[in-house]
C-alpha cells in the first residue's frame, strides 16, 4: 500500500482556548474538507498560489474588468476556503474571534 506524503501543512492561529486536541481536529477537519473541495492535496498549494496571483494582477481593476477565468479561480478558492472554515469550526460550537488557518508548503 502507498501512502501520499501531505504536499502541505495546516496551523490554526489566533484560536484562543482550545485545547490541543480541538486544535490539532479542526486542522484536520479543514486539511480534509480542502482536500476535497479541490480534488486532492496536491492541488490545494496550485490553486492557493493561482487565486493569489490573479487577485495580485488584478488588483488595481475594478472587479468587473476581471477576465471570468480568473474570476471562475478566485471563486473556487473562496468557496472552498469557506467550506473548510465552517467544516473545521462549526463541531466546536462556538465562534472562533480572530482565529484562522495559515497554509504553507
Known sequence: MTTTARTYTVKLVDAQ??????RSAAELRFRMA???????PEYVLP???TC????????????ESTPE???QVIALWEKAEADA???AFKP??????D??????S
Open 52 to 63: 493569489l496571483l490573479v487577485r495580485a494582477l488584478n488588483e488595481d481593476q475594478p472587479p
Open 17 to 22: 482556548g482550545l485545547s490541543t486536541a480541538q
Open 85 to 87: 472554515i465552517m467544516a
Open 99 to 104: 482565529a484562522r488557518f495559515v497554509i504553507r
Open 47 to 49: 490553486a492557493l498560489q
Open 69 to 71: 477565468a480568473e474570476q
Open 34 to 40: 480542502l482536500d476535497f473541495a479541490l480534488g486532492g
Open 92 to 97: 466546536l460550537g462556538k465562534e472562533m474571534g
